[in-house]
């Protein structure tokens, strides 16, 4: 398994400690101002429930400001203190301005100064304790990346990298020897690619990230001040100056949220289509024989295969004759039910479970099958950048008409248009855009569709 899939692991962690941090430093300064006879009480003491009554939007507004802030990462976060006492200062500020519009309860001053500085002293110290475990989780293995070195085989510069005891490099490989890198990347389960090119090779770059993979964490190690481009975050690993390209949407927190997105997506859909699950089983057993489910290995994130479910809409043993080929519009092997379970995509339900499982998302690019992955990667050179998320039910590209038998580089295009442009709010939208879309397949929609 890849570390980096380890990665939001550690970060759910970190989010963790951090809202138990959020409560415990609010429930400390209660005890502080009320209780501990630090400073005079002179208008009574409040009840606890009173002051516990806003502690879910503190800490949904905590972990909002924390992300925006940048306190949510793998990397090492400089000036992580004093990014802290801004976030935690800007949380205080925004409580204030709620509870002076709502003044039905007011929240002693005194207690907010002490809680900006209980928050602070007990996340800082928890950071210190998330440090400790990210280092002894480094030291075991389970987040130590495993890397690859592209260069001219420079010795310190592998020394260089193991010293900072985060990376495990697998090979040095020569730049002019690039033709075994896909396998050597699969095989050996490589988690980042260090650059060093020379300057005259530097137009390889593109080619080594289509050849490896767009799920590689690609550090580069510059030579020359002229690859300094916006494009690049610029970073250290140890004593060593790197160009890092700039993470795509989903990745780390964006991951998690992703997750829980659709866990409660396919749960939802899932209770609310019971009854028209059962219908679609009794219609399917009473128009052909064969199984209910279909079951197809495809091809899921970081080029994983996993077994698809749909319910079944051809014929038994369909592709028996042909082998692997794309359906086509008046398809012989398609049955009665079928017709129907295609044109309304509701034979993608079981895939729900999948969801569910981690093999897909609900949004997404397509899965493919493994035959046509091979045959496609072939073609075109960005097409394993599908693969650097999961495959989702529905997707920008089948909103805007690019399904079945229709152009694949329109398709690729946006497909990695809805990678590099993720937010949950865009899912939503193709959602939204998705239901219209299984019934009114025509002009009309598509005119408004745009328009959104």
Known sequence: MSKRDNEWLYIALTIAVDILSVNLAYLLAFWLRFYA??????????????????????TFLFIII??????????????????????????????MAVTFLYREISYSRVFLSLFWGTTILIVMLSRRVITKVKENLIEKGILKKRALIITSRNENLKKELEATKEFEIVQVVDFKDLNKLRKLVKDKFIDTI??????????????IINVAGHHIDY?????VTDLVKKQFIISYVGALPVLTLKETPLQGF????KRIFDIVIAT????????LTMIIALAIKLSSSGPLLYHQERISYN???????????????????????????????VTKTGHWLRKTNLDELPQLINVLKGDMSIVGPRPERPFFTEKFSKEIKAYFERHTVKPGMTGWAQVNGYIGNTSLEERIKHDVYYIQNW???FDLKILFLTLPFIFSQNLQFDKWRHRL
């Open 37 to 58: 006879g630090i400073v005079p009480i002179t208008k009574g003491i409040p009840s606890l429930g009173s002051y516990l009554y806003p502690m879910v939007m503190i």
């Open 66 to 95: 924390f992300k925006v802030m940048g306190l949510y990462t793998i990397q090492k976060i400089k000036s992580e203190g004093w990014k802290i006492t801004k976030a935690v200062s800007l949380l205080i500020l925004i409580f």
């Open 194 to 207: 260090f650059l060093m090119l020379p300057d005259t090779e530097q137009h390889q770059i593109l080619d």
């Open 219 to 223: 550090k580069i190690i510059p030579t």
């Open 254 to 257: 964006n991951m998690l949220m």
């Open 268 to 275: 939802t859909i899932l209770l609310l289509s019971l009854p």
């Open 303 to 333: 080029n994983k295969p996993f077994t698809i479910h749909k319910f079944r809409t051809m014929i038994q043993e369909a592709e028996k004759e042909t082998g692997p080929i794309w359906a086509k519009k008046d398809d012989g092997r």
């Open 423 to 425: 937010s949950l709010l």
